[in-house]
């Protein structure tokens, strides 16, 4: 039984990044039965995975595999004790990841990773990689998370993304990996590079049929402004980009678009917050009226969620247009005078229901008109 780090932990490493590293270790030489008589918790329903329960990393036992249907669950594979490690980075998805470590620090490369990394090259192991459609996201991802080191991607490794895209696997994808890896990739400052890449390779329309037009606004338009917000909200901001180059609210179809994405919610309530906000913005024209900023107010749920309108307020002013900067500070300005203007008994004696809240709208419509004069 022979234990090997293997992948991300090294690549992130060997390129400088600081750690911590999430270490996946690879076990050659072993079985199930033995794995689970050292104390390891079988995690993997498909595959031999194994978590230690001290360290919670994950342990897999080497393995190769062949492709036997469509999508990312169509594979057998063979994990004997005889397979090596050899065999099971072969099955790895680029170069710069089928890099191993023995437990007395050696590293192991038998597809010149080492090299890609110093050349800055994101290379398929072998013909294999057109067999799992995830990895066209996956390089995508990388070309997002790795930007900063200036990597591109081999010519050979773009020849077989594309006969993945032409052979129509993606759409086997299983939607909540399509996620995974969007979310990771929305966690990088080059986000947009991902959409990029997917949109170099045709696949934005399988992957992402709803973000149809995005390519238009990669093209034309810069997203690096919004580099350093939260992922919601970079997700939010590519809506809002796709949603000036179409012809129907992408606001109105936030349902349906989470349904397919399966985005969590606090990813559709910054999108909604900022899609609704950008529309009530950009259709007031010179001074901005009492009753749109209590529009903007209200559908950011202000009251309840102080700190989420200030993110959406933020956000807007990221945009490189002074006026609307203007615009941003008189809303928060308006919103800092009327949240204190609550309900009191004596003030709304004798109302009730929708009268109340008529009410309370009326005067905080009126002090914010008091603060615009």
Same mark, same amino acid.
Request: charged letters at 30%; proline letters at 3%; glycine letters at 6%.
């Given at each position: 039984?022979?234990?090997?780090?293997?992948?991300?932990?090294?690549?992130?490493?060997?390129? #400088?990044?600081?750690?911590?590293?999430?270490?996946?270790?690879?076990?050659?030489?072993? !079985?199930?039965?033995?794995?689970?008589?050292?104390?390891?918790?079988?995690?993997?329903?498909?595959?031999?995975?194994?978590?230690?329960?001290?360290?919670?990393?994950?342990?897999?036992?080497?393995?190769?595999?062949?492709?036997?249907?469509?999508?990312?669950?169509?594979? $057998?594979?063979?994990? #004997?004790?005889?397979?090596?490690?050899?065999?099971?980075?072969?099955?790895?998805?680029?170069?710069?990841?089928?890099?191993?470590?023995?437990?007395?620090?050696?590293?192991?490369?038998?597809?010149?990773?080492?090299?890609?990394?110093?050349?800055?090259?994101?290379?398929?192991?072998?013909?294999?990689?057109?067999?799992?459609?995830?990895?066209?996201?996956?390089?995508?991802?990388?070309?997002?998370?790795?930007?900063?080191?200036?990597?591109?991607?081999?010519?050979?490794?773009? *020849?077989?993304? !594309?006969?993945?895209?032409?052979?129509?696997?993606?759409?086997?994808?299983?939607?909540?990996?399509?996620?995974?890896?969007?979310?990771?990739?929305?966690?990088?400052?080059?986000? $947009?590079?991902?959409?990029?890449?997917?949109?170099?390779?045709?696949?934005?329309?399988?992957?992402?049929?709803?973000?149809?037009?995005?390519?238009?606004?990669?093209?034309?338009? !810069?997203?690096?402004?919004?580099?350093?917000?939260?992922?919601?909200?970079?997700?939010?901001?590519?809506?809002?980009?796709?949603?000036?180059?179409?012809?129907?609210?992408?606001?109105?179809?936030?349902?349906?678009?989470?349904?397919?994405?399966?985005?969590?919610?606090?990813?559709?309530?910054?999108?909604?917050?900022?899609?609704?906000?950008?529309?009530?913005?950009?259709?007031?024209? #010179?001074?901005?009226?009492?009753?749109?900023?209590? *529009?903007?107010?209200?559908?950011?749920?202000?009251?309840?969620?102080?700190?989420?309108?200030?993110?959406?307020?933020?956000?807007?002013?990221?945009?490189?247009?002074?006026?609307?900067?203007?615009?941003?500070?008189?809303?928060?300005?308006?919103?800092?005078?009327?949240?204190?203007?609550?309900?009191?008994?004596?003030?709304?004696? #004798?109302?009730?229901?929708?009268?109340?809240?008529?009410?309370?709208?009326?005067?905080?419509? *009126?002090?914010?008109?008091?603060?615009?004069?």
């Amino acid at each position: 039984m022979q234990i090997y780090l293997v992948g991300g932990a090294i690549r992130d490493r060997l390129l #400088g990044l600081p750690a911590p590293f999430e270490q996946d270790w690879v076990v050659v030489g072993s !079985s199930p039965e033995e794995m689970e008589s050292k104390g390891f918790v079988k995690v993997g329903k498909s595959f031999p995975v194994y978590i230690d329960p001290k360290t919670s990393e994950e342990y897999a036992l080497a393995r190769t595999e062949s492709k036997s249907g469509h999508g990312y669950h169509g594979f $057998d594979f063979d994990a #004997g004790p005889e397979i090596t490690l050899e065999e099971d980075l072969l099955r790895r998805d680029l170069t710069i990841n089928a890099i191993a470590e023995d437990e007395m620090g050696n590293l192991l490369d038998p597809y010149n990773g080492i090299a890609d990394l110093e050349n800055r090259v994101l290379r398929h192991v072998s013909v294999a990689f057109r067999d799992d459609p995830l990895r066209v996201l996956r390089v995508a991802r990388f070309m997002s998370k790795l930007n900063s080191f200036g990597f591109s991607i081999a010519d050979e490794t773009k *020849e077989l993304i !594309s006969e993945i895209v032409n052979s129509g696997e993606l759409d086997y994808l299983v939607p909540e990996r399509v996620w995974l890896e969007t979310e990771k990739a929305l966690h990088t400052e080059s986000f $947009d590079l991902y959409f990029k890449t997917l949109c170099d390779f045709n696949a934005i329309n399988d992957i992402y049929p709803d973000l149809n037009g995005i390519d238009q606004v990669i093209a034309n338009s !810069s997203l690096t402004a919004y580099k350093n917000v939260s992922p919601e909200l970079k997700l939010a901001s590519l809506f809002c980009a796709v949603d000036t180059v179409r012809d129907e609210n992408v606001v109105d179809h936030l349902d349906e678009i989470q349904n397919r994405i399966k985005f969590p919610n606090s990813y559709k309530s910054f999108a909604k917050s900022a899609l609704r906000t950008t529309k009530i913005l950009n259709e007031s024209r #010179g001074n901005i009226s009492a009753d749109d900023i209590y *529009e903007i107010i209200q559908a950011t749920d202000a009251f309840r969620n102080p700190e989420d309108f200030m993110l959406i307020m933020e956000f807007h002013k990221l945009a490189d247009d002074g006026d609307l900067k203007v615009k941003i500070r008189m809303i928060v300005d308006a919103f800092d005078s009327c949240k204190e203007i609550g309900y009191d008994k004596k003030s709304f004696e #004798g109302l009730e229901g929708d009268a109340i809240k008529e009410k309370l709208d009326a005067l905080r419509i *009126e002090k914010i008109n008091s603060i615009l004069k």
